[in-house]
């Protein structure tokens, strides 16, 4: 069936590098990608978002790219901290209103000092 | 300004017990989305609600329900409780319906525990 995925679980990386969670995404009818981060706890945070009419979105230290031939989204994060460390989901906003967010299983981020 | 708020933040149940989640969304916020998140997975869409009326059902049985009052706060009812309905029951409310994941805020939400 259609579904929102990731390739990796989870991922650890040293502080001050760059960071990369990968999503796969089946619906090529899908026009609206977000990036949520999930801490311990907490309910997911709003990173970024992008368009399917767009294949790159940068904002602070973060980007989204977005491949619509292999169907496939990416989160860069720059100089990753240790308060980077958390759950990350890609979600796909399918139909007119926000109503039906699909999101992935996420992945685990931990960044090692 | 205060987010989104969501009570209790921890419940235990038993099975076949019924049980009442509340949420009251940013100021100013119309809309109401509630979802399940099993542990170790990603959120599931439950309910949305505009404007005191039902906009979106996602793939849940009927013990599954859900009202938004007046003043746009909302309450997700589960009844004959099962053991797998144990999750975190995530709220967001937005401003309106309509795509658009930034102003789409989540709360801490409520963990539920079925015994």
């Known amino acids: 069936g259609e579904s929102v995925g990731l390739h990796l679980p989870t991922l650890s990386v040293q502080e001050g590098d760059n960071s990369i969670i990968n999503c796969a995404y089946s619906?090529?009818?899908?026009?609206?990608f977000i990036w949520y981060k999930q801490e311990s706890g907490k309910g997911p945070q709003f990173i970024i978002d992008?368009?399917?009419?767009?294949d790159k979105r940068q904002g602070q230290r973060v980007t989204v790219l977005l491949n619509k031939t292999v169907k496939h989204l990416s989160l860069q994060i720059a100089a990753t901290q240790p308060g980077d460390s958390a759950v990350y989901f890609c979600?796909?906003?399918?139909?007119?209103?926000?109503?039906?967010?699909?999101f992935g299983a996420g992945t685990r981020l931990t960044v090692k000092p | 300004d205060a987010g989104v708020t969501q009570s209790p933040t921890h419940l235990i149940k038993t099975r076949g017990q019924q049980v009442t989640l509340r949420c009251s969304p940013i100021s100013g916020h119309k809309s109401v989305s509630w979802y399940q998140q099993v542990l170790g997975q990603g959120p599931q869409f439950i309910f949305q609600y505009y404007e005191k009326e039902e906009r979106g059902r996602g793939n849940f049985p009927d013990r599954f329900s859900a009202r938004q009052f007046p003043n746009y706060s909302s309450e997700l009812n589960v009844n004959a409780l099962l053991l797998g309905d144990s999750a975190l029951y995530l709220c967001?409310?937005?401003?309106?319906?309509?795509?658009?994941?930034?102003?789409?805020?989540f709360g801490s939400g409520t963990r539920l525990t079925v015994v």
């Open positions: 979600a796909e906003n399918r139909g007119a209103n926000n109503n039906d967010m699909r």
């Open positions: 992008i368009r399917s009419n767009m």
């Open positions: 967001a409310s937005s401003p309106r319906t309509g795509k658009g994941g930034y102003g789409y805020t």
């Open positions: 619906n090529s009818a899908s026009d609206y």
